[in-house]
């Protein structure tokens, strides 16, 4: 009985999202007296035993580069496998692009019931019930999970990562890669850029900045934050941003520590997307657009004025 | 080529969401329902594109869901799609919903199975995955565009921080997102013709609920919003880093 938490990875490095998926996974061995041990298909170039931090006792790596490529079909089967070999009761990974890929698969070949985006640790006392957000974030359900296998997917920026002192042993684990079922023939990142999903902070802009030749002041506050970029959906579908920045009940879901809201005017659809975000900054110059209602600050006031200032006070504070 | 669309109903976007038995049921009064943006803007209308093209193909749609989801259904039949099935189930389980699917897509011979990113009322992401797994077929999720030739797809699919290029040879289970096609409104024609399409109606087959919704709750509400002034912004910073500790 063992809790496998599945990593996830991209150029040779371990992303954010699985940090927190371990942290998730080892707490949620802890509760019930089970092992965690990680998983990660492929291959990377971070130290595996240094996962060990997080809770996790063993690494099982499958190190064969084929799995560098997410491929679902030749992922399920490992995955199976690997279950199968470590004796898992309860598989967790990240609720990003990858896991959600994935989850649904795993549940479905194992008949393990799946809770998809979970933003807790389950609640034994009375069956098998975690927490997640449904209705785009405007409501929550707690979800029982019937089944003696159990699928999570931990929403991103839900969990805090702890980093203790632990070092995990790393075993090999033999799959045999199936033959590829897709053919991978282009990746476009956007580079240098902080992922949206995974960003502590995002800075996000509406129609209210009139025109694409004026995000420059919003980048350059990202930029002295360290944060992700976003925008209403009007912005994505003007082509003044591209659509992976669109968030909203339809575009990405993010919940990031700080939201911070520039000539948005706050529609129930964009809140969708924003409303679980701990800390939400609303700057328009209107003062009844209801954004602010759903707003742990705001300023009253003209963009074009106050972001430029509100970059310069925070490179201010950061020299200070 | 054949084509099977997997449609849902979800409460129109701006329902007030409220919950009724102890908070253990979504109250439905009053709730407009609309067929999930992501099914008929994307998925439906990239089916409608490809037969756009190959008029030898066939759409089927497919609904689980309860006699109320026949709006919706004639809806998206009236944007396009030869015929409908709807499998009588209430069930939100998403295994229980995605063997319904597979079961009707492993006899129907599809060579592409369509559904939406997600469903904004239950979030799963879910169906997509589960159906490709049960049918064991390859899955591309979060597609934002899809071209074929001959027997073989190119998609472009999210990843994180960008999208990927990748080819498969059909059949495939796609997720469809926003960038896989342009929203359409029906026409008088496609309304009229809707009324006479075949919507079959069939029981479902045998299939575990894996999970089940204990309770819903709603968020707490914020405490109400600090304003400063326009010509203070040094103490929205102090604010952000004191106070909130977020910067
Ligand atoms: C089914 C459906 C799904 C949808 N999904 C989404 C979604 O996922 N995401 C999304 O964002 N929208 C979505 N929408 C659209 C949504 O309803 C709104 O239309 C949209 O969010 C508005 O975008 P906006 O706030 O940028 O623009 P507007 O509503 O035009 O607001 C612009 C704001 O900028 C302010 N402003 C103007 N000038 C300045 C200035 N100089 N300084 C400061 N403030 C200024 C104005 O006061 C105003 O509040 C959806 C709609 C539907 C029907
Ligand atoms: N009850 C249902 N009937 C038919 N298709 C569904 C149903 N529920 C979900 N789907 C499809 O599966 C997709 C993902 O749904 P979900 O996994 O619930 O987020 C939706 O966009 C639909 O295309």
């Not at chain 2, 319904?100 to 559904?115: H, M």
């Amino acid at each position: 009985m063992s809790v496998l938490i599945l990593i996830d990875h991209a150029d040779g490095h371990i992303k954010k999202a699985s940090f927190e998926a371990l942290t998730y996974g080892a707490d949620i061995a802890q509760q019930n007296g089970m092992a965690a041990e990680a998983l990660l298909l492929g291959t990377v170039t971070d130290d595996l035993a240094t996962l060990g931090k997080y809770g996790v006792t063993k690494v099982h790596q499958a190190g064969n580069t084929a799995f560098n490529q997410l491929d679902v079909q030749v992922y399920l089967k490992a995955i199976t496998e690997a279950v199968n070999a470590t004796g898992a009761t309860i598989i967790v990974l990240a609720h990003n692009q990858t896991g959600k890929a994935l989850a649904p698969g795993i549940s479905a070949a194992l008949k393990a019931g799946l809770v998809a985006g979970a933003i807790a640790l389950p609640d034994t006392s009375n069956g098998f019930v975690v927490k997640k957000a449904v209705f785009s974030g405007k409501a929550f359900a707690n979800v029982n999970i019937n089944t003696a296998i159990k699928v999570i997917s931990l929403s991103p920026n839900s969990y805090k990562v702890t980093v203790g002192q632990g070092i995990a042993t790393v075993q090999e684990l033999n799959l045999t890669p199936l033959p590829a079922s897709i053919k991978i023939t282009a990746v476009d990142k956007v580079s240098g850029d902080v992922p949206l999903t995974e960003a502590d902070i995002v800075v996000s802009a509406g129609r209210g900045l009139k025109g694409p030749e004026n995000w420059g002041m919003v980048e350059e506050l990202a930029k002295t934050l360290h944060a992700a970029t976003a925008c209403s959906r009007p912005v994505a579908d003007s082509h003044w941003r591209p659509h992976h920045e669109h968030v909203g009940q339809t575009g990405v879901q993010i919940a990031p520590n700080l939201y911070i809201a520039i000539g948005i005017s706050g529609a129930i659809q964009h809140l969708a997307g924003v409303n679980r975000s701990k800390t939400i900054v609303v700057i328009n110059k209107d003062a009844e657009a209801p954004f602010f209602k759903a707003a742990d600050y705001g300023i009253v006031g003209d963009a074009f004025e106050i972001v430029p200032k509100l970059t310069e006070e925070i490179k201010k504070m950061h020299n200070a | 080529m054949r084509i099977l669309v997997c449609i849902s109903k979800t409460p129109d976007t701006t329902s007030k969401i409220v919950f009724k038995d102890g908070n253990t049921k979504f109250d439905e009064t009053g709730v407009q329902w609309i067929i999930n943006p992501y099914d008929e803007w994307y998925a439906l209308v990239k089916a409608i594109e490809l037969k756009e093209k190959d008029p030898a193909a066939t759409i089927h749609l497919i609904t689980v869901g309860s006699a109320d989801c026949e709006p919706i259904i004639r809806k998206a039949l009236a944007l396009g799609g030869d015929e409908a099935i709807r499998i009588n189930s209430d069930s939100t389980d998403s295994y229980f919903i995605a063997s319904q699917i597979a079961a009707i897509a492993q006899a129907g011979n599809y060579d592409i199975i369509f559904t939406g990113k997600e469903t904004i009322d239950y979030n799963g992401s879910s169906i997509g995955g589960m159906v490709a797994a049960l049918v064991n077929k390859p899955y591309i999720s979060l597609a934002a565009s899809f071209a074929l030739n001959e027997n073989t797809a190119t998609i472009i699919r999210e990843i994180e921080g960008g999208e990927e290029t990748c080819e498969l040879s059909l059949p495939a289970v796609i997720s469809c997102q926003k960038g896989m096609a342009e929203q359409r409104i029906p026409n008088m024609r496609g309304i009229m013709a809707a009324r006479t399409k075949p919507l079959k109606v069939v029981e479902p087959v045998a299939a575990e609920a894996l999970t089940s919704i204990v309770s819903f709750e709603l968020p707490v509400a914020k405490a109400g919003v600090k304003l400063v002034a326009a010509d203070n912004v040094a103490e929205l910073v102090r604010l952000l880093h004191e106070e909130a500790k977020a910067i």
